[in-house]
């Protein structure tokens, strides 16, 4: 296993969820962070208790990876001794409205889009250059079973996961040979934020979604993103898929009833 002591760790949404549990997760193994979000009194609250309870060093700032200047700007305007950034974990995304495409919110889809694919790719763009440069460096994406598979009702999400795993494999091809990695951690249903996002803050039909059955955490996904980052240089997890024991596939799924 490679240490993560003072590796510098680029966490997108990191605010919540499972950004959040990889930043305590490197934390713990002493990385350094670079933690971005739209809340940032989130994100500072964040960075503040890593630096009490592991002494974790951390570069926050408020972003909105939509915002294709903003990322450029801020990740170009980092501080000298955190450019050399080694890990990027790409997690900042979110699903909005569960609908039959034909009676869909258009909004949420571009939402959806401009987040999960451009968003990603405007952060990817700014930072694996400098990786290239130095000759290492490892991408971690967050896809999601639904980039694998499409259900009913999540066409744009399911679209834009399946873009993230197009854009994952080509990145690794068009890196290879150059020292950076590049991996896909790909989950079922994890309890976050997601599904209060997804169901515009309604909590009570984002708890049905996890009703009869245990949800895997964002700290079962943390490790995960911890293993893939802690493999020897000669080796890379490509993809990893992670579900809950009670789901296997995007739609057939157990739930024990009351
Ligand atoms: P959460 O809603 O708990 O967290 C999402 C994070 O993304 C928040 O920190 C949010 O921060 C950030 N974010 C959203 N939009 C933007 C934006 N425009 N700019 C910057 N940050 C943004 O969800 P999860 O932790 O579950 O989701 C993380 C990733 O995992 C997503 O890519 C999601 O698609 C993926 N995933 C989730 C699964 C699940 O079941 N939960 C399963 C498979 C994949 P803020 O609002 O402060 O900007
Ligand atoms: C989020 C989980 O079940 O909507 O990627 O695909 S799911």
Redesign the pocket.
């Known amino acids: 296993m490679e240490s993560l002591k003072n590796k510098i760790v680029f966490i997108?949404?990191?605010?919540?969820?499972?950004?959040?549990a990889c930043a305590e997760a490197f934390a713990e193994e002493g990385a350094k962070l670079i933690l971005?979000?739209?809340?940032i009194s989130?994100i500072e609250e964040l960075a503040s208790s890593l630096k009490e309870k592991f002494g974790t060093e951390s570069f926050t700032f408020k972003?909105?990876?939509?915002d294709r200047k903003e990322v450029e700007k801020s990740i170009s305007a980092l501080p000298e001794s955190w450019k050399a950034i080694d890990i990027l974990v790409n997690?900042?995304?979110?699903?909005r409205g569960l609908n039959k495409l034909y009676e869909d919110d258009v909004d949420g889809w571009e939402e959806m889009i401009d987040?999960?694919i451009k968003?990603l790719l405007y952060v990817t763009r700014s930072v694996v250059p400098g990786m290239v440069e130095r000759g290492s460096g490892h991408v971690i994406n967050?896809?999601?079973?639904?980039g694998h598979e499409a259900y009913p009702k999540g066409s744009v999400y399911c679209a834009t996961?399946h873009a993230v795993a197009a854009i994952t494999r080509s990145l690794r091809m068009d890196l290879l040979g150059t020292g950076v990695r590049v991996s896909s951690v790909?989950?079922?249903?994890?309890e976050?934020?997601?599904s209060i996002?997804r169901f515009n803050g309604d909590e009570q039909k984002a708890k049905e979604v996890y009703k009869g059955l245990t949800p895997l955490t964002?700290k079962d996904i943390a490790e995960a993103i911890q293993f893939c980052a802690t493999r020897p240089p000669h080796a890379n997890i490509n993809e990893m898929i992670i579900m809950p024991s009670a789901q296997a596939n995007a739609f057939v799924i157990h739930r024990e009833s009351e």
């Open positions: 997108t949404g990191a605010s919540a969820g499972i950004g959040k971005a979000a739209r809340r989130k972003l909105d990876v939509r997690n900042a995304g979110l699903g987040t999960n968003g967050l896809g999601s079973i639904a996961k790909d989950p079922g249903m994890v976050t934020e997601f996002v964002g």
